[in-house]
């Protein structure tokens, strides 16, 4: 084999290895952008994920707040409601309670309505023996009515006519001169206790409005509000 021989297979073998490497070297270049590729579109797709699970998260979190001030609102609404119904309700036994103050316009009438009202504490009491408180105004009034209301309990109960003393160092408040919720008053009525103190029975005209509006408010509520108040 000569030189040129040689020099030709030389040739052709660096050709060859030049040409391994470059294909080896496309592959790699290949490979490397394929890898590169499927790392970047992982990356991206990470972060859409991160993103949207951020979103869900502000979305969840402005529904959450919007539950929360729907609720709020709802139930200022509802105290709002009941607020105006309790307003109503209270307006009205007020206003009942500025009419019992005329009660006591009519003596008669309202002489015999204490008599009634002392019978009523006597046979709820039925002591032999009992103290009655009522307001100064109303003193002689009292008084001239107890042996009526003491004969007719005494037919009632069929007992002897009871002891009735007036107290006449502490009577019920005055009427009041002009109307306020806050003083202490009385429209009218009696007291009536036994005489250790221990049992008293409380038949003032407020007294017994308050009884009356206990047991009537769901009735009272219904015909006002209907369904709403129940």
Do not use: W
């Amino acid at each position: 084999m000569n030189e040129a021989d040689v020099s030709k297979q030389i040739e052709q073998m660096v050709r060859f290895i030049r040409q391994e490497a470059e294909e080896k070297a496309n592959e790699i270049s290949v490979s490397a952008e394929e890898e590169f590729n499927i790392e970047k579109l992982k990356l991206v797709e990470a972060e859409k994920k991160k993103i949207r699970q951020e979103y869900e998260r502000k979305e969840k979190q402005v529904e959450v707040r919007r539950k929360i001030e729907y609720s709020m609102q709802l139930n200022a609404s509802r105290i709002k409601v009941l607020q105006a119904q309790d307003d109503l309700v209270n307006f009205m036994k007020n206003s009942a309670s500025k009419e019992l103050l005329h009660v006591s316009d009519d003596s008669e009438a309202y002489g015999m309505l204490l008599k009634n009202l002392t019978v009523q504490s006597l046979l709820r009491l039925k002591e032999p023996a009992v103290l009655l408180r009522c307001r100064e105004i109303d003193h002689d009034l009292v008084e001239s009515i107890l042996e009526e209301a003491k004969q007719e309990y005494a037919e009632k109960a069929e007992v002897h006519p009871p002891e009735i003393i007036i107290d006449e160092r502490v009577y019920l408040p005055p009427p009041p001169t002009e109307y306020d919720d806050h003083g202490l008053f009385c429209s009218g009525g009696v007291v009536l206790a036994s005489q250790d103190g221990k049992i008293v029975c409380e038949n003032t005209l407020d007294a017994r409005l308050d009884v009356v509006f206990r047991q009537k408010l769901p009735e009272i509520r219904k015909l006002l509000f209907g369904r709403i108040a129940t």
